[in-house]
């Protein structure tokens, strides 16, 4: 009878522990109905030629698409990548986080990391958690290794399984784009089905929930895609096909998730995105026209979008209605010869002042009168500066010079503030830095309102402790179409 009753009682406490055991897992839905990023097969790609194959990608298409310069647009869309890429599963692939120049709301993923996104994504996320979401979703193509399996799906077809085995051997990913496996812009290994799509949102949704980003802002961006119908949306939709209910499959994973105390937007987003709608992108139309063209958009020789000899007190004024030219006419270049510096600029650009004095260089009516002096509306100003109160740190002395340049700015246009942390970098081997700033424009919109100007400063320091600056100048809304001139004068820009 003891032995019997010894049984029971360790029968009642097993069975308890068992009811516990359920009870704790029915309230912790995350233990099991987290997706699972398991990659699908086959994939013949180690992880290294993947990544290799990526990266060979990225500079094809890094040289043929227009890529955001602006560097606190870059440095935005970096931090946030690196945030997402803190809570990533899968492999710790070399993630790059870039911004291409583009209207169309869209982003793409190529093999091993490189992620893109466009301008127009930027400017049409209502917040920093929706812009969250497009990259993790971009994020889930990579870690469920999308594309490098759609690869080895059409290797088999293609060469059999004994020429692909050869191909991989060699164990470089340039054998397969041999074999016309590339990873391009256009290339079908970027147009997901609507399974890889489905994933895509899922790993994404548990992206957005670890880092701490409400998962129901990617489904309420996916809506509003939807609603959009054929203005801004279908591109997206064309390399993303939607599934059928993508806004219900990503609201019913985050249901599953645990909730917190969600972060939703950011200082730094609002700011991202002034910056962002202040600019005008270029369509795919465009950027096509330049591919054929044989255009590199990034060099700074070409001169894009509204010729830079158009009237553009019109153009602010949006008798243009911010349409582009079609054609993208090549740009000429001529010398400056300063006693301090020489430089190119624009041909079709004038030169004013001498060659020891200040310089300003306008396009046509890049100067407009304002009350009873001139001022300029587009253009770049070049000068020098003596800094005051001189430190005998060099590096000092050209902060401070900095300083008291921006400050000189602001007592010409009180209403200046800078819109950038200040960047170190080099022009001609010589110290340098760049601030953007934002300020008010002598030109006038259509309904006579005050439009507003973007400024860049940079800066640079001369041994003898002086300054030489220059400040480029034009209509916020214009100031992208210029900024490929003004980065050029910049490159070509040599201290005498």
Same mark, same amino acid.
């Given at each position: 009878?003891?032995? %019997?009753?010894?049984?029971?009682?360790?029968?009642?406490?097993?069975?308890?522990?068992v009811?516990?055991?359920m009870?704790?897992s029915?309230?912790?839905?995350?233990? %099991?109905?987290?997706?699972? #990023?398991?990659?699908?097969?086959?994939?013949?790609?180690?992880?290294d030629?993947e990544?290799?194959a990526?990266?060979?990608?990225?500079?094809?298409?890094d040289?043929?698409?227009?890529?955001?310069?602006? #560097?606190?647009l870059?440095r935005?869309?970096?931090?946030?990548?690196?945030?997402?890429?803190a809570?990533a599963?899968g492999p710790k692939?070399?993630?790059?986080?870039?911004i291409?120049?583009?209207?169309?709301?869209?982003?793409?993923a190529?093999?091993?990391?490189p992620?893109?996104v466009?301008l127009?994504?930027?400017?049409a996320?209502?917040?920093?958690a929706?812009?969250a979401?497009v990259?993790?979703?971009?994020?889930?193509?990579v870690?469920m290794r999308h594309?490098t399996?759609m690869?080895?799906?059409q290797a088999v077809?293609?060469?059999?399984?004994?020429?692909?085995?050869a191909?991989?051997?060699?164990?470089?990913?340039?054998?397969?784009?041999?074999?016309?496996l590339?990873?391009?812009v256009n290339?079908?290994f970027?147009?997901y089905?609507?399974?890889a799509?489905?994933?895509a949102?899922?790993?994404?949704?548990?992206? /957005?929930?670890?880092?701490?980003?409400d998962?129901?802002?990617l489904?309420?961006? %996916?809506?509003?895609?939807?609603?959009?119908?054929?203005?801004?949306?279908?591109q997206?939709?064309?390399?993303?096909?939607?599934?059928?209910?993508r806004v219900?499959?990503?609201?019913?994973e985050?249901?599953?998730? #645990?909730r917190?105390?969600?972060?939703t937007?950011?200082q730094?987003?609002e700011?991202?995105?002034?910056?962002?709608?202040?600019?005008h992108?270029y369509?795919a139309?465009?950027?096509?026209?330049?591919e054929?063209?044989?255009?590199?958009?990034?060099?700074?020789?070409?001169?894009?979008?509204?010729?830079?000899?158009r009237?553009?007190q019109e153009?602010?004024?949006g008798?243009?209605?911010?349409?582009?030219?079609?054609?993208?006419?090549?740009?000429?270049?001529?010398?400056?010869n300063h006693r301090?510096?020489?430089?190119?600029?624009?041909?079709?650009?004038?030169?004013?002042?001498d060659?020891n004095s200040e310089v300003t260089?306008?396009?046509?009516n890049?100067i407009?009168?304002?009350?009873?002096?001139?001022a300029?509306a587009?253009?770049v100003i070049?000068?020098?500066?003596?800094?005051?109160?001189?430190d005998?740190?060099p590096?000092?002395?050209?902060?401070e010079?900095?300083?008291?340049?921006?400050?000189?700015?602001?007592? &010409?246009n009180?209403?200046?503030r800078?819109? &950038?942390?200040?960047e170190?970098?080099?022009?001609?081997?010589a110290?340098?830095?760049s601030i953007?700033?934002?300020g008010?424009?002598p030109?006038k919109?259509q309904?006579?309102?005050?439009a507003?100007?973007?400024d860049?400063?940079?800066t640079?320091?001369?041994?003898?402790g002086?300054i030489?600056?220059?400040?480029?100048i034009?209509?916020d809304q214009?100031f992208?179409q210029l900024? #490929?001139?003004?980065e050029? /004068?910049?490159?070509?820009?040599?201290?005498?």
């Open positions: 009878m003891p032995d %019997f009753c010894c049984q029971s009682r360790v029968k009642a406490v097993f069975v308890k522990a009811v516990l055991m009870t704790v029915l309230l912790a839905p995350e233990s %099991f109905a987290r997706f699972d #990023p398991k990659p699908a097969s086959p994939n013949f790609y180690s992880l030629q990544v290799q990526g990266q060979q990608a990225a500079a094809e298409i040289r043929k698409m227009p890529l955001v310069t602006d #560097p606190q870059n935005y869309i970096q931090d946030l990548g690196r945030r997402l890429v809570v599963p692939y070399p993630y790059t986080f870039k291409v120049n583009e209207k169309d709301i869209n982003a793409f190529l093999p091993g990391g992620i893109h466009n127009g994504t930027i400017q996320a209502d917040n920093e929706q812009l979401g990259i993790a979703h971009e994020m889930g193509h870690i594309s399996h690869a080895s799906q077809g293609q060469l059999g399984l004994g020429i692909l085995g191909l991989i051997g060699r164990g470089t990913a340039g054998q397969l784009a041999q074999a016309g590339a990873f391009g290339s079908v970027m147009k089905s609507r399974d799509e489905s994933q949102d899922l790993v994404g949704t548990d992206i /957005m929930h670890d880092a701490g980003y998962p129901i802002q489904a309420k961006f %996916f809506q509003k895609l939807d609603e959009s119908g054929g203005s801004r949306g279908p997206f939709f064309s390399d993303h096909p939607n599934p059928g209910n219900q499959s990503v609201s019913a985050a249901a599953t998730l #645990p917190e105390n969600y972060r937007d950011s730094q987003f700011a991202a995105k002034e910056i962002a709608m202040g600019m992108p369509t139309q465009q950027i096509a026209q330049m054929k063209s044989g255009v590199n958009p990034n060099n700074g020789n070409q001169s894009y979008g509204n010729g830079s000899g009237n553009r153009q602010v004024a008798r243009n209605n911010g349409s582009y030219d079609n054609d993208v006419p090549e740009q000429q270049y001529q010398s400056l301090d510096f020489t430089m190119q600029y624009p041909a079709d650009w004038r030169a004013y002042g060659a260089i306008a396009p046509q890049g407009v009168r304002e009350g009873n002096q001139d300029v587009y253009g070049i000068s020098g500066f003596q800094p005051e109160n001189r005998n740190n590096n000092n002395q050209f902060d010079g900095t300083h008291q340049i921006i400050d000189q700015l602001r007592q &010409s009180p209403d200046m800078t819109t &950038s942390r200040e170190n970098f080099t022009v001609d081997g110290k340098a830095k953007m700033l934002m008010t424009s030109l919109d309904q006579g309102r005050t507003r100007e973007r860049w400063l940079v640079v320091q001369r041994n003898d002086t030489l600056y220059m400040v480029f034009a209509p214009d992208s900024r #490929p001139q003004f050029h /004068m910049v490159r070509t820009f040599k201290v005498r």
